[in-house]
């Protein structure tokens, strides 16, 4: 099992809510989301294991069982072309969960008019190999978001 959490600090509110039908409709994926704060923050790695992908609006950290965790910071924010997004890690390197992996700014986000809010997806799961789903109600970085069996 595969304990997943919170890459930032904000309000897990579900991929149901997430304002894009890729992730809302869970096609990536099941998981949950993050209505960040508004303030600049780092994200951090959601399992401890390997960064296989790495670009400034997003990151994958496939763990020791396999599970690659999707951490999207913002949605259509692969437009702004790495522009307010600064990595702190490389492709390839293994991380601890908690390491910080990307600086970026939600409230820099949402004022050029995109979404801050991150999906948090377990990639090429099934919806019931998740449990204790977080879907709402504060977070911290760092708090159990769920378990993946």
């Known amino acids: ?3 997943v959490t919170s890459p930032l600090a904000g309000r897990a509110i579900g991929l149901a809510a997430v304002p894009d039908p890729v992730f809302s409709g869970a096609m990536v994926g099941p998981g949950t989301a993050i209505d960040p704060v508004r303030e600049p923050a780092d994200a951090v790695a959601p399992v401890e294991g390997v960064i296989v992908s790495l670009h400034p609006h997003a990151f994958v ?3 020791e069982q396999g599970h690659g965790v999707l951490a999207h910071l913002g949605i259509d924010t692969v437009q702004l072309n790495g522009e307010g997004f600064e990595l702190l890690v490389s492709k390839g390197d293994t991380v601890t969960r908690g390491q910080a992996l990307v600086r970026w700014n939600p409230a820099a986000v949402e004022a050029v008019g ?3 809010v991150c999906p948090v997806v377990a990639l090429e799961a099934t919806a019931n190999s998740l449990s204790d789903l977080r879907d709402d109600g504060d977070v911290k970085a760092g708090d159990s978001l769920f378990t993946w069996k």
Do not use: G, L
């Open 1 to 3: 099992m595969t304990t």
């Open 61 to 63: 950290v496939v763990d």
């Open 114 to 116: 995109k979404s801050p």
